[in-house]
């Protein structure tokens, strides 16, 4: 009896260990491909490629307490129509130590059990059973599409090492062309509960990763890798955080007080001064979409200095395009923002020292081995990877010189890289919130330069900041009529149209919800509420051969309408003239093409008439391949249109033949979530929506910031 109560009491120990210390082993991905279908979008396996299937059944684990002995522990497989599936792990030496970070897979492959994680830059951390190594209880090994729940008990199943975890924890949703993965570094806080952390691509590109890391991508679209980081090197970690690594370190001076740049060395801003223009400090956004609100920058010196302090909750740091320029210094703070044009001005951000929260310390950046590094608000994500002259364990930069990246930045350069460092004993090169200078070997002067601005295949020209001009928060469309200078946009959130002068940017006049359903007599509610009503302004089309513009009402808690505009001529304002209500279907985009009245039902293109109110849905015009038709612009039997998939296509249009000539990723140009589209003076102008939240919480620019709901110019290519 006395026994027994021991044992138990040893039994309740390890289950509060286990609970106090989280789980030894982490379910990192399976696969739930069915054998006769292939991932999901072009979807692909880094080690299977494309194939039906996808490898069959297997599933991936990742170890995350250092020494473990899996030896004999159970597995178990359980899902909702087949018999659970019990085996335990084979009485191997390989799995009687293991590292954590350590990669185990079980699979259909031949068993792989080489295993040298301490081997430098030939380590292998992986681990291939196959299934059959394991000694079976009862049950097939299945992974693929049946809520399928993973976990690993102690052999007399007291101790839970891996807590249920899967697909079947949430009820479902995975379908046959997918994996089941977690979605953040692997660590022991990890909650198999959370659907945040855990789950699939979310219809985006199914990425498969077997025996690797996970990679998946964010609601911009950026590919996201796993990192093992402070599991396989905890020595190298700064904290728990989640690298995310948004941020490039790209100057800072570290010039003392009373002393010059050496060499005769200048600063392109302060010229050359005592001080070099005191402590200061220059950032590079290498990732779009970064969120630098409360964000929490650390400087470490060799001398004692500490300083720590928080980014300010400045609108325009809530939402950062990649190849911006962001500068603390003790000049005064200037947040004018507009990154349009690669060269243009609007890329600077500076923070003045004092404009800091919650300071510890001084700001103070000497010749005494500096580390600067940058945290998410959290302190769950490493914005700004440990950097500058101590991380590379040297002395190199004096009390007369900066500290500099020396080639361009970009997401390829890591604080290590030997292309930062001082101006190796020439003239010592500064340069304050612009692009690095430096005299290489040839005594040739060379200028950082900034691809991470430029667009994929667009030449980008210039902008406008709609946030600056009125009260923007959900732009749909986009309208210019020439004859006036104006260029007309549409904002559902507001329930506005708005008539904007293109070149002095002023807002000329306004339509509301309450002007359009006045106009009805009660057909259509006058204000918007409740989901009814003139709510949902969606879509706008001029008619330049009877001067008539047309304002379209969605679906969308609305009352779907058509509204057509009149004046005596065209020096005089639009009044509404007629209206018709379109029997609960909405129209996203439309256009007039050579006179003829086009307008869009998902992907598809059909005629409308306005006095019949028809859409002549046997007649179709056009049909893109993927997405649907969020805008349309026609001009020189071009036509233009982007969709939901955030494509631009060009097409070219012919009475008989229609031909897509070219498509542009707009993520891959500056636009997130195109909408508006109109060409303008040979220019192409396309309206950003951005307007809502991710669901894994990636930064969106939020209402009033410069680049919601802005309009981007480029060159008609």
């Not at 109560?5 to 509060?16: A, D, G, Q, V």
């Not at 259909?108 to 299934?131: C, K, M, S």
């Not at 009373?258 to 060499?263: A, V």
């Not at 293109?605 to 109110?613: D, Q, V």
């Amino acid at each position: 009896m006395e026994k027994f109560k021991f044992l138990k009491i040893i039994t309740m120990i390890l289950l509060s260990y286990q609970m106090a210390h989280g789980d030894a082993i982490l379910l990192n991905e399976y696969n739930a491909v069915a054998p006769n279908n292939l991932l999901k979008k072009s979807g692909y396996d880094s080690y299977f490629g494309q194939i039906a299937g996808n490898g069959g059944s297997w599933i991936e684990l990742v170890v995350v307490e250092d020494e473990y002995d899996l030896r004999d522990n159970r597995l178990l497989i359980t899902q909702s129509s087949t018999p659970d599936f019990i085996a335990t792990f084979p009485n191997i030496e390989v799995l009687s130590n293991l590292k954590q970070g350590t990669i185990i897979t079980i699979s259909e492959l031949p068993t792989d059990i080489t295993y040298n994680p301490e081997e430098g830059v030939d380590a292998d951390w992986n681990i291939n059973l196959n299934h059959m190594d394991l000694t079976i209880e009862e049950g097939m090994f299945i992974t693929n599409n049946l809520k399928t729940k993973v976990s690993i008990t102690s052999q007399d199943g007291n101790i839970e090492i891996m807590s249920p975890s899967g697909e079947g924890i949430f009820g479902g949703g995975i379908d046959d062309r997918e994996v089941f993965k977690l979605r953040r570094r692997p660590s022991k806080t990890v909650d198999a509960t959370d659907e945040d952390t855990y789950g699939d691509d979310e219809d985006r590109t199914a990425l498969s990763t077997f025996g690797m890391p996970n990679h998946w991508r964010n609601a911009i679209g950026n590919l996201v890798e796993q990192s093992f980081v402070g599991l396989r090197y905890p020595e190298t970690d700064t904290s728990l955080a989640e690298p995310n690594f948004s941020l490039l370190l790209n100057e800072y001076s570290a010039v003392a007080s009373n002393q010059l740049l050496k060499d005769g060395g200048t600063d392109t801003h302060f010229g050359a001064i005592e001080g070099n223009g005191g402590a200061w400090l220059e950032l590079i956004v290498t990732k779009g979409g970064l969120n630098l609100q409360g964000a929490l920058i650390k400087i470490r010196q060799n001398s004692g200095d500490y300083f720590e302090a928080r980014f300010p909750n400045f609108l325009q740091l809530a939402y950062l395009r990649e190849g911006t320029m962001v500068t603390i210094s003790s000049l005064p703070t200037s947040m004018e923002y507009a990154p349009f044009a690669p060269d243009s001005s609007g890329w600077k951000l500076n923070i003045n020292s004092e404009e800091l929260i919650d300071p510890f310390g001084n700001f103070v950046l000497s010749d005494n081995a500096v580390k600067i590094s940058i945290f998410s608000e959290d302190r769950a994500t490493i914005l700004l990877s440990e950097s500058g002259e101590g991380v590379l364990s040297s002395d190199t930069v004096d009390d007369q010189e900066v500290y500099k990246l020396k080639t361009e930045p970009n997401l390829t350069v890591t604080p290590t890289n030997s292309a930062y460092g001082d101006d190796n004993d020439m003239e010592a090169i500064s340069t304050f919130s612009s692009a690095n200078q430096w005299i290489n070997s040839n005594g040739t002067l060379v200028e950082q330069s900034f691809t991470l601005r430029e667009n994929t295949d667009l030449n980008e020209t210039d902008g406008i900041v709609l946030a600056n001009l009125g009260d923007f928060r959900d732009t749909e469309s986009l309208l210019y009529i020439p004859v006036n200078n104006s260029l007309w946009v549409t904002d559902d959130s507001t329930h506005k149209v708005y008539e904007v002068d293109l070149t002095s940017h002023e807002i000329k006049s306004t339509f509301t919800d309450a002007d359009l359903g006045a106009f009805t007599n009660g057909e259509i509610q006058e204000a918007c509420y409740d989901g009814v009503g003139v709510c949902d302004v969606e879509s706008l089309a001029y008619d330049e051969a009877q001067d008539a513009l047309y304002i379209f009402v969605g679906s969308a808690s609305s009352t779907p309408s058509i509204f057509k505009l009149t004046r005596g001529s065209t020096n005089e304002p639009f009044s509404i003239s007629d209206f018709r209500k379109l029997n609960n279907i909405e129209y996203p985009a439309v256009q007039f093409i050579e006179g003829e009245f086009v307008v869009s039902i998902d992907d598809k293109l059909y005629p409308y008439n306005f006095e019949e109110n028809i859409v002549d849905t046997s007649n179709l015009l056009y049909k893109i391949d993927s997405g649907k038709v969020h805008g349309l612009a026609y001009a020189n039997n071009t036509l233009w249109i982007t969709t939901s998939n955030a494509e631009l296509k060009k097409i070219e249009w012919d009475s008989n033949i229609k031909v897509e000539i070219a498509s542009y990723n707009m993520q891959h140009n500056g636009v997130y979530d195109p909408r508006g589209v109109e060409v303008i003076n040979n220019q192409l102008y396309v309206l950003e929506g951005i307007n809502c939240l991710s669901k894994d919480g990636e930064s969106i620019a939020p209402i009033g910031h410069a680049l919601k709901n802005a309009v981007h110019i480029y060159q008609l290519p």
